[in-house]
């Protein structure tokens, strides 16, 4: 008897156990089941805040990428030989903003957002400036700033007269430019070919040097109309500006007639001073053979200032 009262015992001890488990079991369940939906919704969560997040990068982005363009530094190409030899046909330059301040010509597509130029700078002669060309305002060209508010400028003979006075123009060595898909040369005269055998244009160069000490090359190519002018008076807020090669050069010796002559510019139009070369290609690269981007850069020419 006491041995089957104690198995009897122990058998109902065990099976209590066994329902506190069961209970146990029950007590738990539910517990697990009303936490598991919460990652689910923290999954769901996650998606749109970073969706949000990315956007408001790429609004950022789009802000500092239009204030740095406006105000600091904007790239511009050359797609003409008109300011050779200095800059050829297939330049990018980075042009600063702030040095003559700023107008609506500064902004992202001249947006009208500026009634007057703020904060104006004076261009001073020799800059090469960025400017919205005559009359239809539209265009970007790239010249030479020759003469300021009050200087007379001519051309008498391919001699610049500046006030009266002839600039000093000296005969220094010919410019060599290689013939390629975007420079060819200006007159049959002028075709030759280097030491390697390749095609290239031999052009008459000249040193000037302005009244304040600035000098540069220029080109004098042949006997052409522009040569001799009557004299111009630069009136106030306006300036004379002409291309280094100047026998190919429509600029301020021209009525402002749109993609021809420029006439005399108002300072209202300016939009950068150039300053360094970012990049240069002789026109040569296809977008299907990747390695031409590389043979047909100019390496030699990247990094120079202006």
């Known amino acids: 008897m006491p041995v089957h009262s104690q198995q009897a015992k122990q058998q109902s001890l065990t099976q209590g156990t066994a329902a506190n488990m069961d209970t146990t079991m029950d007590e738990t369940t539910p517990a697990e089941n009303s936490e598991s939906p919460l990652p689910e919704a923290q999954g769901t969560a996650k998606p749109e805040k970073k969706e949000e997040n990315f956007f408001v990068f790429l609004i950022k982005l789009v802000l500092i990428v239009a204030v740095f363009r406006s105000f600091l530094f904007s790239p511009f190409n050359i797609p003409s030989e008109s300011m050779l030899p200095n800059l050829e046909n297939g330049d990018y330059l ?8 700023f107008s609506s010509y500064s902004l992202p597509f001249s947006a009208p957002l500026l009634p007057n130029r703020i904060w104006p700078g004076q261009p001073k002669p020799g800059d090469i400036v960025i400017f919205k ?6 265009t970007d060209y790239i010249k030479r700033v020759i003469g300021v508010p009050g200087d007379q400028v001519q051309m008498v003979g391919g001699q610049l007269m500046l006030n ?9 060595a010919d410019f060599e430019v290689a013939v390629t898909p975007n420079t060819h040369c200006f007159l049959p005269q002028y075709e030759a070919k280097n030491a390697a055998g390749a095609q290239v244009c031999h052009y008459p160069r000249f040193r000037e040097t302005l009244p304040n000490g600035k000098s540069y090359f220029v080109l004098d190519l042949a006997q052409t109309q522009q040569d001799d002018t009557a004299p111009f008076v630069v009136p106030e807020d306006h300036l004379f500006l002409m291309g280094d090669n100047r026998d190919n050069s429509m600029d301020s010796r021209f009525p402002a007639i749109p993609g021809q002559g420029i006439g005399i510019v108002p300072q209202e139009n300016l939009v950068g001073r150039a300053t360094i070369m970012m990049f240069s290609t002789n ?6 053979k990747p390695w031409t981007w590389f043979t047909a850069a100019r390496w030699n020419r990247i990094g120079t200032t202006l």
């Open 164 to 172: 009266g006075k002839p600039v000093p123009k000296q005969k220094v």
């Open 133 to 138: 060309a005559p009359p239809d305002n539209e």
């Open 283 to 288: 026109g040569s690269a296809e977008w299907i």
């Open 94 to 101: 980075l042009a600063a903003k702030w040095p003559y301040g």
